[in-house]
């Protein structure tokens, strides 16, 4: 009979700080000297973490009613549209959304500053009801005068991502950095073997209602992310070799900070928000400690031209390739950056451990497990407008 | 003594245009030198990027030269910017920069910066997705007084 733990006896040993905890790191290195069946014995939780730029993400706040009222219909913070279509005071401000005056100040600015304790003008219009008179608006918020303000990330920590280059004779200022002409250089986001998601590539313990490290304090796992990608092609060692699988994610915004979640502005593409996502993953059985023992070189992604809008094919790499410095394209040496920070993915493996250890964080088993065989599908243009 | 190698960004005013400066720096301090970025336009302010390499105290005495030639001489430390305080290790200005300026220890993941190795090309500038990188190497635009 192989050897299995229950989510409660990890908890137990939680509880009762006996639980050893390593970080994917850490594990992968372990995993050299000893067997799965070895480690699950071992070892109780594994901690993942990443820390880049992720798009898709955002903050529900809840400003509170005004006297009179007012149905808040158009809504600005700091000069950046809000959605104003959520009821009278709610509002959902997105990371990505710009200041028309100001491109390069945006959402993830706000969300930013909100959790630095400043203030953030909010200006809004609204058409003014029998019920909701009040027509416009134009005060200071903070995080301590508004309601609620929850991070609500719908597209999160991909499992895997794509490494960007371009072969074309001009620059390309992206979202994966600058990509110099003539294939100068090639930009690489994924943690690799930190990364959350590589390290449970089924997704048997990370699915709805799974606590995570969120910005600096505990957040969950809600739902699968959008775009959220099950059919792309793995390897043998079990993980896709490009962007498959994401995570949608909460979290209280009041309780995280700036060290965590980050306003960007890339050149001549706009905003983002660098979030900072850690995932324990407990090991229940060999299949587990298996899973989160893989390495680096045996992680393998998919090399982009990103100077060409289709973005092609060119070939194929591993993380310990990409994380050298160089890898090669095509008999071409091609240097390597990364644009997302293993430094702080580290930082937040590291601080998640010590929770654990402290018994501090539990780990949850899923309530739900995500969805198994998905796709995604493309937009098409119906109508044939201009592009 | 050994020599040493040192990177200056020098503002030429136009009155020095006339004036052979290079050659006595050459000729009196024994100052090798390249240029590694030039900006200049006829009867404005010139900016050059120079690598000079010679013994400390002829580097000196060559600076001290070019000052009381109304040159402005500064290091080239001095006119970058970094906050490294608000840097998150990304890595993303590390691949612009191909003179090993900015780089990422592969032990830690910290970036590394030497500003000695910059050539001024800007690249970082905008590739910095938290803006911690400023660079004055341009003339600043005169300010015009209208009466």
């Known amino acids: 009979m192989s050897f299995k733990k229950s989510y409660e006896e990890v908890n137990e040993k939680i509880r009762s700080g006996k639980a050893v905890v390593l970080t994917a790191e850490e594990v992968s290195a372990m995993a050299l000297e000893l067997s799965p069946s070895e480690i699950v014995k071992k070892v109780d939780v594994v901690t993942t973490a990443t820390f880049g730029a992720m798009c898709s993400s955002g903050a529900i706040l809840n400003f509170g009613h005004t006297t009179p009222p007012m149905r808040m219909e158009r809504i600005l913070l700091n000069g950046v549209p809000a959605h104003g279509g959520l009821a009278a005071v709610d509002t959902y401000i997105g ?208 090399i982009l031209d990103y100077g060409k809008s289709d973005t092609p094919v060119l070939g194929r790499t591993n993380y310990a390739a990409l994380q050298s410095g160089e890898i090669n394209i095509n008999g071409k040496i091609v240097r390597t950056a990364p644009v997302a920070s293993l430094q702080k993915a580290r930082e937040i493996a590291g601080l998640l451990k010590k929770s654990i250890e402290a018994g501090k964080f539990e780990i949850t088993c899923p309530v739900g497990i995500f969805p198994t065989g998905t796709s995604i599908k493309k937009l098409f243009d119906t109508e044939g407008g201009e592009q | 003594m050994k020599e040493v190698t040192r990177r200056y960004v020098m503002k030429f005013p136009p009155q020095s245009a006339d004036k052979a400066l290079t050659y006595r720096l050459i000729k009196e301090y024994d100052i090798k030198f390249s240029i590694l970025k030039a900006e200049v336009r006829p009867g404005r302010t010139g900016s050059l990027l120079l690598e000079l390499e010679a013994l400390p105290e002829n580097i000196q005495k060559g600076i001290e030269y070019l000052e009381a030639s109304s040159v402005i001489c500064e290091p080239l430390g001095k006119k970058i910017r970094f906050e490294a305080g608000r840097c998150i290790n990304c890595g993303n200005c590390t691949g612009v920069c191909f003179t090993g300026a900015l780089t990422m220890d592969r032990q830690n993941w910290e970036l590394n910066f030497e500003p000695e190795l910059c050539v001024v090309c800007e690249l970082c500038v905008a590739a910095c997705p938290m803006n911690l990188f400023e660079i004055n190497f341009h003339e600043e635009e005169p300010q015009t007084v209208d009466n």
């Not at chain 1, 992206?174 to 449970?200: C, I």
């Not at chain 1, 799974?210 to 099950?230: D, E, K, S």
């Not at chain 1, 060692?237 to 960007?264: D, Q, W």
């Not at chain 1, 905003?271 to 023992?293: Q, W, Y």
Request: with cysteine; aromatic share 10%.
């Open chain 1, 95 to 302: 990371a990505t959304s710009e200041n028309p005056e100001n491109m390069k100040y945006g959402g993830a600015h706000v969300i930013q500053d909100l959790i630095d304790g400043k203030e953030v003008e909010l200006e809004a219009w609204a058409k003014g009801t029998d019920c909701y008179p009040r027509k416009y608006i134009k005060t200071k918020i903070s995080l301590e005068t508004i309601n609620e303000a929850t991070l609500f990330n719908p597209r999160n920590a991909y499992q895997n991502y794509n490494v960007a280059t371009n072969t074309t004779s001009k620059i390309k200022y992206t979202y994966m950095g600058t990509l110099l002409p003539g294939m100068k250089n090639a930009n690489y986001s994924t943690s690799g073997e930190l990364s959350p998601l590589l390290n449970d590539p089924d997704m048997r313990t990370i699915g709805i209602g799974t606590r995570i490290f969120l910005g600096g304090t505990m957040g969950y796992v809600i739902w699968p992310g959008t775009q959220f990608n099950t059919s792309k092609a793995k390897n043998e060692y079990g993980v896709p070799m490009s962007n498959a699988a994401t995570i949608a994610v909460i979290g209280n915004l009041k309780e995280m900070s700036s060290n965590f979640l980050r306003a960007a502005y890339y050149e001549k593409y706009g905003v983002s928000l660098f979030v900072g996502i850690g995932v324990p993953i407990p090991m229940l059985d060999e299949d587990m400690a298996h899973r989160v023992s893989i390495r680096n070189e045996q992680i393998e992604t998919t």
